[in-house]
């Protein structure tokens, strides 16, 4: 007979490999402050690092910032995400559109979102427009890629099957186009979304009054390193919330991908 888990054991199977690696960082930065490794003052131990954190909660810091680059990555994210679909799509799917876009995009996915900074102050300002806006651009050449390979790697056979079974466009791209290339767009929007928050940082440190980005400039200007190492814990553990988030939405409409 084999042996069956618990759903509460499961889950710990799961995690546990994870927790391990967490529990020897924590280990090995604890073992690089307490020894010295930086200079005095420059490497924070984990435990003044949660103490910063936690300072940071009660003034009311954190949740502002956190609320600003939310709402920044967010809807950057959100437009950049849907151009860049569509545009993968049209281009996946027509041969010439894509010889014509293509090389326009490769021309460009080199350039990275900070590059971009000065010209999108200079044309938007340095409000929230330009910082949305360098998102965007980042997230749509990451999207773009995915979804365009995905749907250029569908089988033509299948698309001209359901054309010779009398099917219109629309019922082939809502079944057979879009099934086939969902595991792909999934993909590219969890890969979006770590591009979004790249696009995050570069984009508040081009000017701003909040954000996780600015905070950690504010506080690199002081050499508060403390508040700059619990400011990258919270940009990475937002990078694994929104991740796992996109991966359970996969699970549950994507099903039959493997992420």
């Given at each position: ?5 618990s759903?509460?054991?499961r889950a710990?199977?799961r ?7 967490a ?41 502002a ?10 809807q ?17 799917y ?39 806006l ?9 999207v ?43 993909a590219?929007?969890?890969?979006g ?8 940082v ?14 950690l400039?504010?506080?690199?200007q ?5 508040r700059?190492?619990?400011?990258l ?8 919330a ?8 996969g ?9």
């Open positions: 007979m084999h042996a069956t888990h759903p509460p054991g710990l199977s995690l546990g490999p994870a927790l391990a690696a529990g020897a960082v924590l280990a090995l930065w604890s073992l690089l402050a307490w020894a010295g490794a930086v200079a005095p003052g420059l490497l924070p131990t984990p435990g003044e690092t949660a103490t910063a954190l936690v300072d940071s909660a009660r003034s009311g810091l954190l949740a910032d956190l609320g600003a680059s939310l709402a920044r990555a967010g950057g994210f959100a437009l950049g995400a849907l151009v860049g679909s569509a545009l993968g799509f049209a281009t996946g027509l041969p010439r559109l894509s010889a014509a876009v293509t090389p326009v995009v490769s021309f460009l996915r080199p350039i990275p979102a900070i590059a971009l900074v000065p010209l999108a102050t200079a044309w938007f300002g340095i409000g929230e427009t330009s910082k949305r360098l998102i965007a651009y980042a997230v749509l050449l990451a773009w890629l995915y979804v365009h390979d995905g749907v250029s790697r569908v089988p033509v056979s299948h698309l001209r099957a359901a054309r010779s079974l009398g099917a219109p466009l629309h019922r082939r791209f809502t079944e057979v186009l879009l099934p086939a290339a969902a595991p792909a767009v999934l590219a929007l969890r890969y979304a770590s591009v979004a928050l790249l696009a995050l570069a984009a508040e440190l081009g000017g701003a009054d909040s954000g996780l980005a600015y905070r400039q504010v506080d690199g002081f050499l508060r390193v403390d700059m190492f619990a400011g814990l919270v940009l990475g553990l937002l990078g694994v929104v991740d796992l988030v996109l991966a359970a939405v699970r549950r409409f994507v099903h039959w991908s493997a992420s």
